[in-house]
């Protein structure tokens, strides 16, 4: 446990898994990105309409700004963007993200922790405290709305990837309604069947509700409700699905899910035509997809020279 906090061990066993000719490739891929021009985003202000959040963390931080300048390129928007950095990142890292995104709002751990945790401790969260502190993806739960005064809040995963214009998402952003806009997932991923959610909790739980890409009315996450819902032992476990079942319980108890289409895919297979898609988000196994396929369709376009 005490090697699994040093990055130079996890870097090791990364590129232990992987062989190293492929790490090398990886990472030279990964970090073409950083010879793209950086991004001018506008600067928060109080309720915004929309403001764009994505957690990320030192080994994917070169992805989140593979996500994010793909969405800004594709998207044409100017949405203001706040970055949370989880765990230990380095200056170097933390650096990097605000010289692409000069305008942004690059939140480390360091700096978010007392605030969130004082905010959770004066509303009485415990559960929700004490699940953050065991599930990093939490912090997509808690932090993004206490850190925001926007109307609503845009929420990418730093394993997403753009290739065309997200018309449905810049639309449902330009006029938003109450209801939660989600990616469709390829199954119901959540820490509690839809079975239990309506016997012990009363709620008729959305199936394949991915946080993926999300588009929040920032009132309609309601930490309170949460904080009720971690009542139950099987959703307060701390698996990487927590906070993507407490998103579907809240939306689903209000009855405010709704779909992006298809072609913001959530799939495991390889060999799907990233020219016939929005966006993909290349969750789980699909990960190493994001780089055998993804990165390099949108090197293949000129997506790099072109920003």
Same mark, same amino acid.
């Given at each position: ?48 309409? $929309?403001?764009?959040? =994505?957690?990320? @963390?030192?080994?994917?931080? #070169?992805? *989140?700004?593979?996500? /994010?300048?793909? %969405? ?38 360091a700096d978010a922790?007392?605030? $969130?945790?004082?905010? =959770?401790?004066? @509303?009485?969260?415990?559960? #929700?405290? *004490?699940?953050?502190? /065991?599930?990093? %993806? ?47 997932? =390829? ?82 297979e390889p060999g ?35 920003q």
């Amino acid at each position: 446990m005490r090697l699994r906090r040093r990055r130079a061990w996890v870097s090791l066993r990364r590129i232990q898994r992987e062989g190293v000719w492929n790490s090398f490739r990886r990472w030279r891929l990964w970090s073409s990105i950083l010879d793209s021009p950086a991004v001018i985003t506008r600067t928060a202000t109080k309720r915004e309409p $929309v403001e764009v959040h =994505l957690l990320c @963390h030192q080994g994917d931080y #070169l992805c *989140a700004l593979w996500a /994010l300048k793909s %969405f800004y390129r594709f998207a044409s928007v100017d949405y203001p963007l706040a970055i949370h950095l989880q765990g230990n990142t380095s200056p170097a890292a933390a650096a990097k993200l605000r010289r692409h995104f000069p305008h942004a709002r690059v939140i480390s751990q360091a700096d978010a922790d007392p605030h $969130v945790v004082a905010w =959770l401790q004066d @509303h009485a969260f415990t559960r #929700l405290l *004490a699940a953050r502190s /065991l599930s990093p %993806f939490m912090m997509k739960l808690t932090d993004f709305p206490v850190f925001s005064t926007a109307v609503h809040m845009l929420t990418l995963d730093s394993d997403v990837l753009f290739f065309r214009r997200p018309e449905e998402l810049v639309a449902a952003s330009a006029a938003p309604s109450e209801k939660g806009v989600f990616q469709r997932d =390829l199954a119901s991923t959540y820490n509690i069947t839809e079975e239990q959610a309506l016997k012990h909790l009363g709620i008729r739980l959305a199936p394949r509700v991915n946080t993926g890409i999300t588009l929040l009315a920032r009132e309609n996450i309601r930490l309170d409700r949460c904080e009720e819902y971690l009542k139950c032992p099987q959703v307060a476990r701390p698996t990487g699905w927590i906070e993507q079942t407490l998103h579907a319980l809240c939306a689903s108890e209000l009855d405010r899910v709704a779909y992006l289409p298809e072609s913001y895919l959530v799939s495991l297979e390889p060999g799907v035509n990233s020219a016939e898609l929005t966006a993909r988000h290349y969750a789980g196994p699909s990960r190493p997809l994001l780089t055998s396929e993804g990165m390099p369709y949108l090197v293949s376009t000129g997506f790099l020279r072109r920003q």
